[in-house]
């Protein structure tokens, strides 16, 4: 870069009478790096803190709706009365129905998810989540077994991954997901939560 | 190593030449200061352009929501306030240096042979930049952004033609949803890439002319690189403090009350650097000519200046006129923004000068109480949000519309503001008071003597134990502040209050202070509930309606209770209680209250027909609460856990009842149920109800609403659990035990 027997369109000769002729000038050139880094990075890192903020939000319910427990125990969402499941009998499909949030809208009572629901005993019941553990679509049941539509995985009513379906492999790498649940006065409670799909180990979404 | 690479880099780009040539490019005279504009206005708009694409990310066109996400950007994203306020105020740094930039390149005379090409574009440059400082303004969809930008384009519609046009800026005949996806189209599509492209075209026209400057013995030429370059650097570093220091210093870009189409704002202005063009306008003898030909006419000659600067003294009319042009605007800004601020202070010998003043100190009294009504609104809708979240239909027909602490004052304004005044005493500054009627002036602009009766009384209080210790004050119920500008100036109760309520000893005004807390205690306000309660416990407000009756004789005219009879006096039971309020309101002249000797009080509801009415029931309603002060209270304090488990069974119960849609959920929608004093008022009550439609509204908030059965009108969250609920009972039609 020191050498300039090119000059540039517009001057058809160099600084002639330079005392400044294309000699390094320290002082000026870090000056001017270090400013020319400072304006071009304010406004960038301006934008990245908030394009990051998914990464930190919490979201908290308006104090209107806010939960007795906020911010400490995990929420239990109510999904039906344990009468209305027969014991023994299919698996119910019902809607998680709670709080939802989507950026700055906030709707009380919104269909979150789905969860299937058996009646094993009097005070028995299995809980998983629908979503199918291999690629996040939803498994249906028949009554007789869980299937994922997607890629053909299958899982026993007890919510485990059958090996083989017909022949194939089954492609999702974790029984289905079970969910967190109790039973108070009569209702069935749900922890509901989504967890990542595709991996053996059954980690929630935060 | 790095020189391999570079070598590398070179052999298949070339790219030092061009380096090269940008850096070393020649300075006669040497790097300058006054250089540096060009430099800073590309820096602008790089960081108009890095920041717009973020905010970008976050920002959501469309009626509903535009106001909402740049809410959500401004109050609840990490660092969107800032980010927000970068672009806001970078914005207007591009505006201020595009005329330095002009006069720079003027006074230099570089706008001549063979530059002319690139001084257009450059007007051209100025115009883009304009527009998007016009679009960008409406994106937030605030009450400011709305007004302005609906102002500017009511404008395009003069010029012959002129309606196409905006029709197709506005995207059909009416603001709404396609306004905003087609400013915002232009604003980050259309006129960026435009921009971009002449802004190309400009900068290498430039480097093909060179800056127009002369070498001179004391000031040797320099390079580019690296004086200028450090200079232009400097000056970006400058603009780019002065712009962030004002960010922090506002806590990033104003924001407003979202856009109200129906509503009327007073404190409508254009950004202020439009200003000039705002207050041209009113000094133009046509719309037409104010808006179109002198702006017109001014860029026209800003366009033919390099033709013109090749005649003799052109040059010199050249830089004559843009100085005009710029002071012109500049004047004109500085008039607008004094006008605006107009005190009463000081007020000119009578005459025409006297009537100006007051009519200035009107407008800008308006203005004012618009700008801080706005704040206001804002604030409360702030809490609301805290309180609420907002819908899904947006927060002005999920929050606004129906909050009556926003409402209020609007219908107040528009109904009652033409006799009545809402003025909070000194001591609270931060209520926005209404002022009632102003005194008419005669030709010299001095009051005039009313022979009749105007104005009515302020109504700041109504009700609580200060309103009413004030009407029974022989000093103040004549004054203007209660009856003083009605007939019942010299009515019965006033003479009363004179002649009885004077000289009274202490015991008597120990009774008459009873018969205070007796009578407001009638009204049952939420923030008097308290106090009300305790001096019952003690007594004193049985004692003060005895007083009433034996001391004071107050019901030779009035009733209360089992006590006097209606027809001559207002009825004082459940004086300024929210059903009192709205019958007093839809009927004045009723038996129950004036009668024949009502003043001018409009009946605003007396028919049964609602269509003949002057208010609806939901707008009596919001009046009300909000004169009684229901709702200003949210509930600071989450309900408490026992109220959460109520409404959880509640919701329960819904989601279990299945398709049984007559779920005996009391609803209790008519001004009565503010007496619910508890903070469950708000699940509730009618006029809050978030998802309620206006019919819905209507129907259920009038003051019969309590005896009503209406089923439907649920609590908000019962309604947004609606579809909800199909899906339950749906799914649960299997159910075999139905609860
Ligand atoms: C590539 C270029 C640009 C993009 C992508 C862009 C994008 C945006 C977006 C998304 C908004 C809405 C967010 C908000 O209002 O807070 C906005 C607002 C705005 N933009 Fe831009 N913009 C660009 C360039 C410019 C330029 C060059 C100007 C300069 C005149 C400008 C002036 C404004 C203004 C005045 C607002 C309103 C800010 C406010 O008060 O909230 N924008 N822009
Ligand atoms: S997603 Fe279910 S099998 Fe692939």
Redesign the interface.
Known sequence: MSDHSENSAASASGPTTGSNTPRRNFVFEGATAVIGLIVGVVPFAAGLVSFLDPLFRKNKTPGKHAKAGEGGKTEMVRICSLEALTTNGPPQRFPVITDQFDAWNFTPQQPIGSVYLQRISDSEVLVFNTTCPHAGCSVSCDGQAYHCPCHNSSFELNGSKRESESGRENPSPRSLDTLEHTIESGDVLVHYQNFYPGREEKKPKA | MIKAFEQWLDDRTGY??SV???L?????G?SRWVYVTGSMLV?AF??QA??G???W??YSAGSQ?AW??V???QN?????W??RG?HHY?AQGMVVLLPLHMVQVIFAKAYVKPREINYWLGLVLLQLTLALGLTGYLLPWDQKGYWATKVATELMSLPPGGEYIQKLVVGGGEYGHYTLTRFFAMHAGVLPILLIGVLALHVAMF?????TAH?S?DR????F???Q??KD??A??VL?IAV?IIVVRNHGAELGPPAEPTEAYGAARPEWYYLFLFQLLKHSPSEFIGAIVIPGVAMGFLFLMPLIAKVQYGHIVNVVTIITLLVGAGYLTVEALSHDSYTRDGEPAAGPARILHHERANAAEDFQRAKRTADQEYVRLKEL????????DGARAGLVYNDPEIQGPRIFTRNCASCHSYQAPPDQPDIVSIPGRRPDRDEQGNVKENEEPGGAPNLFGFGSRDWIRGLLDKEKIQHPEFFGDTVHKEGEMASFVQDSLSDLDAEQKAKLEQVIKALSAEAQLVRQADDDAADDDAGDLAAGRTAMAEEFGCFDCHKLRDEGDLGSAPDLTGYGSAEWLYQFIANAGHERFYGDNNDRMPAFAASEDPSQNLLSQREITLLVRWLRGDDKD???T??T?AA??QE?AD??KQ??ASSDTSSETETDTGPDASSDTSSET??DTGPDADSDTNTETETDTGPDADSDTNSDAAS???T??ED?NT??AS??D????P?
Not at chain 2, 76 to 80: L, V
Not at chain 2, 385 to 392: K, L, M, V, Y
Request: hydrophobic fraction near 40%.
């Open positions: 030092r030449k090269d040539e940008a070393f490019e020649n300075i006669p040497g820096f790089v960081t890095i920041t694409i973020f905010l990310m976050f929501n909402e996400s809410y959500w950007i609840k994203m990490q660092g969107g800032f980010l970068v970078m480097r093909r002319h060179g800056i070498s013995a040797p030429d320099e390079y690189w690296p004086k370059v450090f650097a400097a970006c570093l780019l962030v949000i805290e309180f609420r979240g907002i819908p899904r949210l509930g600071a989450p309900p856990t959460v488990a959880n919701t329960a989601s279990d708000e699940t908000d969250t019962e947004d659990a909800a899906t339950a799914e649960q299997t159910d075999p035990t609860p």
